[in-house]
């Protein structure tokens, strides 16, 4: 699998990214050898359980050993929304769930735990991206919002675009309600329990990346469902309020 270390940290990595040296893109674990919670442990988000003081630090840590600047870096305040915005100042967005740059140097982070962590790269215009997914943003449509909107901004063209997707919950850990599996075409649907459907967003993404003219090749989803890998990765289905958060960051480098 293509885990890296850099430090203590335990980075994922995609394989779609490496030859381009001009980007960096990593998405964290749960791992940090030195955290003093333990190994295991190492969450970025503000949780209901977290304690402040360790989520910066850990934070600092984790852009750090990426190679990025704890001052230079974006992120929304997610809130499974559809709205997308292109940046070039670090800072904390609100009401943002994709965020857009060809600024060179600037990290712009994805939080998650089960829902998709999508990061964009066009690298004939030096433009980047990410996007925060789960069933409400991957029904509305946000990865498409996201790369029309490259397309307005920057020229990106789809067909150039690389997508990838990182680890994050498989339908077969991720059950719904009649009330959201009306609202997916039946693809991407499977029974479960009674009155209940395994929902795979993965799938949907898939879909909506070919719909909106990006090339199978250039597409990369994880096959790693992070619910069920407890090693590596935090899951709000399997931890409930107790779960941490992965951050996911790419970067221009200048």
Request: glycine share 10%.
């Amino acid at each position: 699998m293509p885990f890296s270390t850099s430090g203590n940290i335990r980075f994922w990595e995609f394989n779609i990214f490496k030859n381009h040296k001009e980007i960096r893109c990593v998405f964290s674990t749960r791992h940090h050898d030195n955290y003093i919670g333990g190994t295991g442990n190492f969450n970025l988000g503000n949780t209901r359980y977290a304690d402040q003081e360790n989520v910066n630090e850990n934070r600092k840590i984790f852009l750090e050993e990426s190679g990025g600047i704890e001052d230079n870096r974006a992120i929304g305040k997610q809130i499974h929304s559809l709205n997308v915005r292109n940046i070039d100042s670090s800072g904390v967005y609100e009401e943002t769930d994709a965020l857009l740059t060809q600024t060179g140097g600037l990290s712009l982070i994805v939080s998650a735990a089960d829902c998709l962590p999508i990061f964009l790269y066009d690298p004939e215009n030096g433009a980047i991206g990410t996007v925060h997914s789960g069933w409400k943003g991957t029904k509305g449509g946000i990865l498409t919002n996201a790369i029309n909107l490259m397309g307005d901004l920057y020229g990106t063209s789809p067909s150039n675009l690389l997508c990838a997707v990182g680890p994050s919950i498989e339908s077969a850990c991720y059950e719904v309600g009649e009330e959201v599996a009306i609202q997916f075409d039946d693809e991407f649907l499977e029974n479960s329990a009674e009155g209940k459907y395994q929902l795979d967003l993965k799938a949907a993404i898939f879909s909506q990346m070919q719909s909106a003219g990006v090339q199978s090749d250039n597409i990369e989803i994880s096959d790693i469902c992070n619910r069920c890998d407890t090693d590596n990765f935090f899951s709000y289905r399997r931890e409930g309020d107790k779960s941490g958060r992965m951050w996911g960051l790419i970067r221009l480098e200048s």
